[in-house]
């Protein structure tokens, strides 16, 4: 029996299965349900399932979860030979048919997105919807992945802790606690240098069919916005997947399970319970720029000509103007934050309830909240109207909505 680290320790049972006869090892909590749809995590290059640890506490209990070990790396078996992607994707296959898995969100970080994307494209029938964290549109010779190749190819065993802390670490914008970190590290030392070699160059290579415009299945792609792959790379994959939506988090980079698990978790159960539309990404994003006080983003969700309680003709409420205000507001209440308590979305028109939360410390220290409507329209993915209420008084200064005109 494996315990997660953290304040809730939630137990998964390791099991072992031969699938392609190799032995692969892999986390289990629970049993399917018809209430909730299964989740299958992928892991990264040179890591495991262990990779997880801090996601699965912000899982209910209630969802069957399993986080698999591929070949090579943590306690699977490692053999000599099949460390090409297509052969890796034909692992998780054979996972799936040898467990009698129906179907599941298939959820990939890394080199592990690479697999599921594989999955998706040759048995659709497995993949109820996709997770691709810290993917990128294209792995083929890519030049983040190329900067490790010196790195790699000097590997040798037993591998010191010294050069894997340096490749584990690199690539991290929040520190995880340390417990954890120095787990990682360990496992990954384990994995022999021969197979963090052919991994590398199984990735780099592209002898595997990866055509996106293949990808069917609903897809979520998950960013830090610290990552090397680029913003551009994540909206060429979105744009080439058939259904495909963006989330970016900001102050993180590649190991976006690790620095932010909860962030993680919530998005996917949103995306599984099939919550997460289009509008509702929208409503996420502008949150997320509010909470985080990025406004860098503003001008790709917000129209030029978004107007506020004025005529279409009138001068209207532009991106500047609404950063220049969020500015203002986050500078005086410096720990607020909006929650979002109901949400009806209906083509191009949403309505949203939301609470929100605000921390003083002078005078005294206290707390506030106050509760919002608001209705959003939203055309060619971007706000062009909106009208708000709220009980909190510089909202309604900001905003001159009267309840009665709602």
């Given at each position: 029996m494996?315990?997660?680290?953290g304040e809730r320790?939630v137990?998964l049972?390791r099991r072992?299965?031969?699938c392609?006869?190799?032995?692969?090892?892999?986390?289990?909590r629970?049993?399917?349900?018809?209430?909730?749809?299964?989740l299958?995590?992928?892991?990264?290059?040179?890591r495991?399932?262990e990779?997880y640890?801090l996601?699965?506490p912000n899982i209910?209990?209630s969802?069957h979860?399993?986080?698999?070990?591929l070949?090579?790396?943590g306690q699977?078996?490692?053999?000599?030979?099949?460390?090409?992607m297509?052969?890796?994707a034909s692992?998780?296959?054979s996972f799936f048919?040898?467990?009698?898995?129906?179907?599941a969100?298939?959820?990939?970080h890394?080199?592990?997105?690479?697999?599921?994307?594989?999955?998706?494209?040759?048995?659709?029938d497995?993949?109820r919807?996709l997770?691709?964290?810290?993917?990128?549109?294209?792995?083929?010779?890519?030049?983040?992945?190329?900067?490790?190749?010196?790195?790699i190819?000097?590997?040798?065993?037993?591998?010191?802790?010294?050069?894997?802390?340096?490749?584990?670490?690199?690539?991290?914008?929040?520190t995880?606690?340390p417990?954890?970190?120095e787990?990682?590290?360990?496992?990954?030392?384990?994995?022999?240098?021969?197979?963090?070699?052919a991994?590398l160059?199984a990735?780099?290579a592209?002898d595997?069919?990866?055509?996106?415009?293949?990808?069917?299945?609903?897809?979520?792609?998950?960013?830090g916005e610290?990552?090397?792959?680029?913003?551009p790379?994540?909206?060429?994959?979105?744009?080439?997947v058939?259904d495909?939506r963006?989330?970016?988090?900001k102050?993180?980079?590649h190991?976006?399970?690790?620095?932010r698990?909860e962030?993680?978790?919530?998005?996917?159960l949103?995306?599984?319970?099939?919550?997460?539309?289009?509008n509702?990404q929208i409503?996420?994003?502008?949150?997320?720029?509010w909470?985080?006080?990025?406004r860098?983003?503003?001008?790709?969700?917000i129209?030029?000509c978004y107007?506020?309680?004025?005529?279409?003709?009138?001068?209207?409420?532009?991106?500047?103007?609404?950063?220049a205000q969020?500015?203002?507001?986050?500078?005086?209440n410096?720990e607020?934050?909006y929650?979002?308590?109901?949400?009806v979305?209906?083509?191009?028109?949403m309505?949203?309830?939301?609470?929100?939360?605000e921390?003083?410390?002078q005078?005294v220290?206290?707390?506030?909240?106050s509760?919002?409507i608001?209705w959003?329209?939203?055309?060619?993915g971007?706000v062009?109207r909106?009208?708000l209420?709220?009980?909190a008084?510089y909202?309604?200064?900001w905003?001159?909505?009267?309840?009665?005109?709602?």
């Amino acid at each position: 029996m494996a315990t997660l680290a953290g304040e809730r320790m939630v137990p998964l049972v390791r099991r072992t299965i031969v699938c392609n006869e190799v032995a692969l090892s892999y986390l289990e909590r629970g049993v399917p349900s018809a209430a909730t749809p299964t989740l299958v995590f992928l892991h990264g290059y040179g890591r495991c399932a262990e990779d997880y640890e801090l996601v699965f506490p912000n899982i209910p209990e209630s969802w069957h979860v399993i986080a698999l070990d591929l070949r090579g790396h943590g306690q699977s078996e490692r053999p000599d030979m099949g460390y090409e992607m297509q052969t890796l994707a034909s692992d998780v296959e054979s996972f799936f048919d040898t467990t009698g898995l129906s179907q599941a969100v298939l959820i990939g970080h890394s080199m592990g997105t690479l697999v599921a994307r594989l999955v998706a494209i040759s048995r659709p029938d497995l993949v109820r919807s996709l997770v691709l964290a810290a993917s990128t549109s294209s792995f083929v010779d890519h030049p983040a992945l190329k900067l490790y190749k010196p790195v790699i190819s000097a590997l040798q065993d037993p591998i010191s802790r010294e050069s894997m802390s340096h490749l584990v670490t690199g690539s991290l914008v929040n520190t995880p606690p340390p417990a954890f970190l120095e787990g990682v590290i360990e496992r990954c030392c384990s994995v022999p240098a021969g197979i963090w070699r052919a991994a590398l160059s199984a990735m780099l290579a592209g002898d595997y069919d990866d055509r996106l415009d293949r990808l069917k299945a609903s897809t979520l792609v998950i960013w830090g916005e610290e990552d090397l792959f680029t913003r551009p790379e994540q909206d060429r994959l979105v744009s080439a997947v058939t259904d495909a939506r963006l989330i970016s988090y900001k102050n993180t980079g590649h190991d976006v399970p690790v620095e932010r698990p909860e962030w993680f978790a919530r998005d996917i159960l949103e995306f599984a319970r099939g919550e997460f539309s289009v509008n509702e990404q929208i409503m996420h994003e502008i949150i997320g720029m509010w909470n985080g006080a990025d406004r860098s983003r503003l001008s790709e969700i917000i129209d030029p000509c978004y107007i506020d309680n004025v005529p279409i003709s009138g001068p209207g409420l532009g991106p500047e103007r609404i950063a220049a205000q969020i500015a203002e507001v986050r500078e005086n209440n410096p720990e607020c934050r909006y929650i979002i308590n109901e949400l009806v979305s209906s083509g191009e028109h949403m309505i949203l309830r939301y609470t929100y939360h605000e921390s003083f410390t002078q005078p005294v220290n206290a707390e506030e909240e106050s509760t919002g409507i608001a209705w959003y329209q939203i055309r060619n993915g971007k706000v062009i109207r909106r009208f708000l209420y709220s009980e909190a008084f510089y909202a309604s200064q900001w905003i001159g909505q009267p309840r009665s005109e709602l």
